[in-house]
T-cell receptor, first 111, second 113 residues
């Protein structure tokens, strides 16, 4: 089994719809992250969580929300999807030194 | 704030050529440095890391040395293979940012037979 599992792997949704991306990890780490990848821009941090009761905004949190349901689960929601949120989304978990383990990504298309 | 700058890409090489991908960083503290690799259709995976100045990280023939004086962490490989074709990301994690990773923009490497 993968250390970090994301669902769905691909999703096409319409503008204005609410969508949730889910992530679960088996590494036992407290820290979890959601990143967005756009071509030529590397990875940008959307939200991060250092434990179940700790949620923090990243560089590009506008238009997104998250929920940390358990140590192993961290979901990302787009409340009202817009076309410029079309991107590849990655969930990750890390140890305290920053070494991260990534999911395989969710390719989201907003039409 | 922390930042990472990678050399402009994409990079195209012939098999067995020497590879260098430059990476420089800015950080307020004493960061750990990483290279991650992303193969087509996959997530990022750790390639190598270095946690303090003058450390050399190495894996799968790739190497990078943590140079504090030049704030650099250049990735090198002596002889690339077609299977090395991927996107390479330099990243740092600063204790001052509680372990969050800051990424460079990524460098696309294509190796031809």
């Amino acid at each position: 089994d993968a250390d970090v599992t994301q669902t769905p792997r691909n999703r096409i949704t319409k503008t204005g719809k609410r969508i949730m991306l889910e992530c679960s990890q088996t590494k036992g780490h407290d820290r979890m992250y959601w990143y967005r990848q756009d071509p030529g821009l590397g990875l940008q941090l959307i939200y991060y969580s250092f434990d179940v009761k700790d949620i923090n905004k990243g560089e590009i949190s506008d238009g997104y929300s998250v929920s940390r349901q358990a140590q192993a689960k961290f979901s990302l929601s787009l409340e009202s999807a817009i076309p410029n949120q079309t991107a590849l989304y990655f969930c990750a978990t890390s140890d305290t030194m920053g070494e991260a383990f990534f999911g395989q990504g969710t390719r989201l298309t907003v039409v | 704030g922390d930042s990472v700058t990678q050399m402009e890409g994409p990079v195209t090489l012939s098999e067995e050529a020497f590879l260098t991908i430059n990476c420089t960083y800015t950080a307020t503290g004493y960061p750990s440095l990483f290279w991650y690799v992303q193969y087509p259709g996959e997530g990022l995976q750790l390639l190598l890391k270095a946690t303090k100045a003058d450390d050399k990280g190495s894996n799968k023939g790739f190497e990078a040395t943590y140079r504090k004086e030049t704030t650099s962490f250049h990735l090198e490989k002596g002889s690339v293979q077609v299977s090395d074709s991927a996107v390479y990301f330099c990243a740092l994690s600063d204790l001052g940012s509680y372990g969050k990773l800051t990424f460079g923009q990524g460098t696309i490497l294509t190796v031809h037979p």
